[in-house]
């Protein structure tokens, strides 16, 4: 019997956790976590996303504040910007949301900010850590988040076959380092992976990472295996995601929908985030 993973419902306790533990560290340190969200343009998909973010920061107990650029401001300003919230002892997350407007070079942007202020997990020295195997204080929030709906399923990672498909710097490669820490087998596709359904059909856990609507198909998946849907695709109204659920939910053993799946996961995981990084500053500055 196929198993639809509640992304939404992990989620929302993890929520839970998270305000718990944002009460009790108010209480011992009487210090709000405060997550500032740089927002570059008036990207409308961005507006909702910073929105959501100073939202879900409100219902934990959390500051959420959304700093607002023209989408003319130059890398400078940007820069200065974030420096100006490396300095502000108040701040304990930096959040740049992506994409920035065209002319902007994003890398430059995210390597200023402080790594103990990098709750997106996405400064170098955050990510060599992650190369290096360390335990991580401030993971990638979308590869952190699907480790949790992993993690729900009861597989072991030991040894298990890990396919993730797509590479990029904030999924791809993050949670494909994160599975290999966990000792799985990882594999990582990409657009110039020869037989695709072929490495996928080897897969025990198989995340789909790359932006193409139904991508993955149920001739793909090994059956009983965990499938982890991290695309988002708008087709129209509708919001699809890489795996084709019809099929593939008669094949595998777990399945994350979208949506409700790993996006609930992300802006949990962010939460997460600032509290570890409001409780690691705190304990540095006192
Ligand atoms: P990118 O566009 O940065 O990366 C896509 C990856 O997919 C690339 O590595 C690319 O390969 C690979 N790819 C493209 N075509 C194929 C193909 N035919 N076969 C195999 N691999 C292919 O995307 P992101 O990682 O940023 O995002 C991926 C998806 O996840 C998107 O739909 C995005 O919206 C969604 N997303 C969802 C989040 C959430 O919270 N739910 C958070 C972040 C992303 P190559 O490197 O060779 O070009």
């Known amino acids: 019997m196929i198993k639809v993973i509640d992304g939404k419902g992990i989620a929302a306790r993890i929520r839970g956790e998270v305000a718990q533990a944002v009460k009790e560290f108010k209480g011992e340190r009487a210090v709000s976590p405060k997550l500032c969200v740089v927002l570059v343009g008036g990207d409308p998909a961005s507006q909702v996303y910073v929105r959501n973010k100073e939202k879900a920061c409100q219902e934990v107990g959390m500051i959420g504040e959304v700093y607002r650029l023209p989408a003319t401001a130059s890398q400078l300003q940007l820069n200065q910007l974030i420096r100006q919230l490396n300095a502000d002892r108040s701040v304990h997350g930096i959040l740049l949301q992506l994409p920035a407007p065209k002319g902007l070079d994003p890398i430059s942007a995210l390597d200023e900010i402080s790594p103990d202020k990098d709750v997106d997990g996405l400064h170098p020295l955050n990510m060599g850590k992650l190369l290096r195997g360390e335990e991580l204080l401030l993971a990638p929030c979308t590869p952190s988040g699907i480790m949790e709906l992993i ?16 590479r990029s710097n904030i999924v791809g490669k993050p949670v494909a380092l994160l599975l290999l820490q966990r000792h799985a087998t990882v594999t990582i596709c990409h657009s110039r992976t020869k037989d695709l359904a072929d490495v996928c059909r080897r897969a025990d856990i198989l995340v789909a990472a790359v932006g193409s609507p139904g991508i993955i198909r149920g001739e793909m998946v090994k059956p009983g295996a965990v499938v982890i849907d991290v695309g988002t695709n708008r087709i129209g109204e509708k919001l699809v995601g890489d795996v084709e659920f019809e099929s593939v939910k008669e094949v595998a ?24 990084a409001a409780k690691n500053l705190t304990t540095k500055q006192s």
């Open 151 to 166: 993690i729900t399923t009861g597989i072991s990672y030991e040894g298990a076959e890990a396919v993730v498909v797509g």
């Open 253 to 276: 053993g777990f399945i994350t929908p979208v949506p409700g799946g790993v996006g609930p996961m992300t802006i949990a995981m962010l939460l997460k985030n600032t509290l570890q």
